[in-house]
């Protein structure tokens, strides 16, 4: 449940004045998501989203975020877009948060996602990474390399709690990737988040992106590494080569890859297992019992690292490397 935040009809109302969007015919409370309070509005010009940020979300990242969206959307891209008020803002203020309100995206995400899902996310993680290469604001990435021993450490002696030894294969597996991460890979503005319920589809075509809330500026490749551990496992915890290859080539044939991010595959694979089970280990012992936030399972993402762990090339993921590379 997503909505931390009450608002009262009188207070929307009120904010509403600011924007452009004729008067406030009904609005409801999202349930799905776990970070901000989002409100599916209808006014008299539409139906729209608001958000409302909640803690976990910096302020000073606000102008990064709705300022990337808009430049994607202006390049095509389809995500929801900043609706500005009357006075050309496109962040307001609603019961002490900052709040924005977005055009509605129609569609829905998929509980089941295919091989052909996987192959239109690739395209269009690509097609991101292409239209926010000129965006011109910098965000350094909070849950990167150097942000995971903090994380675990503060997750504190409760960790073997999840699975006997398991403090001891983290601080193995951390030491093994301090020690490999790639430095000289291509980069630039990533989602850091494309799981399978930031992506809509409608009548079997990817129809657009949401939830850009951890995006950043990091290593390309990295993002195709976080969509290979969000796609392409089955619910019994094997990988699916087809969904694999589907993700990769999709994403290839926008851009293509280099050699050297092919070879790094695995161990940014085995980086974004990290980061997953990281904040799902944190959230799993820090987020009291009965609180309305979903815990999701860190043992899901141990299991996809130890999964990565095996692996010994990046063809091991499906694809032909001579249609990935250029
Ligand atoms: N522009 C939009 N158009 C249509 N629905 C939207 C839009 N933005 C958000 N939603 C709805 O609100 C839900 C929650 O949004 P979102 O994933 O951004 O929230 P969050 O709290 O940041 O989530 P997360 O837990 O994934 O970080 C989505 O699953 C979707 O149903
Ligand atoms: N996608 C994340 C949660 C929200 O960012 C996860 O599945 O752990």
């Not at 995006?215 to 551990?229: P, S």
């Amino acid at each position: 449940m997503a909505v931390y935040t009450d608002i009262s009809e009188i207070q929307l109302a009120d904010f509403l004045t600011d924007y452009g969007l004729g008067a406030l015919l009904s609005y409801k409370g999202i349930a799905e998501g776990v970070e901000n309070s989002n409100f599916l509005l209808r006014t008299e010009a539409g139906t729209f989203i608001l958000t409302l940020y909640e803690k976990r979300v910096n302020r000073d990242d606000l102008p990064f975020f709705v300022g990337l969206m808009e430049h994607l959307a202006e390049r095509g891209i389809s995500c929801p877009l900043p609706v500005h008020t009357k006075a050309g803002e496109a962040l307001g203020e609603l019961a002490g948060r900052p709040g924005a309100i977005f055009t509605f995206l129609e569609g829905m995400w998929t509980r089941r996602p295919t091989a052909d899902h996987c192959r239109a996310v690739g395209r269009a993680m690509a097609g991101m990474h292409a239209a926010a290469g000129d965006f011109g604001l910098r965000r350094e990435n909070g849950l990167s390399l150097g942000e995971w021993r903090p994380l675990f450490e503060s997750c504190g002696d409760r960790v073997d709690e999840i699975e006997p030894g398991l403090a001891a294969a983290i601080d193995e597996e951390l030491a093994f990737l301090e020690a490999n991460w790639p430095a000289d890979l291509p980069d630039g503005i990533i989602h850091a988040d494309l799981f399978p319920d930031n992506v809509f589809f409608l009548a079997g075509e990817l129809s657009g992106l949401i939830d850009f809330y951890f995006a950043c500026n990091d290593l390309l490749a990295y993002d195709l590494a976080i969509g290979l551990c969000a796609w392409c496992f089955e619910a019994d915890g094997s990988f699916n080569v087809t969904k694999g290859r589907g993700l990769i080539e999709g994403y290839a044939s926008v851009r293509p890859l280099s050699a050297a991010e092919v070879a790094a595959l695995p161990i940014l694979c085995r980086g974004a297992s990290m980061r997953f089970m990281l904040t799902r280990l944190y959230d799993w012992l820090n987020v009291p019992e009965g609180s309305f936030v979903t815990k999701k399972d860190p043992r899901e993402y141990l299991r996809k690292l130890r999964f990565h762990r095996a692996v010994a090339s990046a063809a091991e993921y499906g694809f032909d490397i001579d249609r990935v590379t250029q």
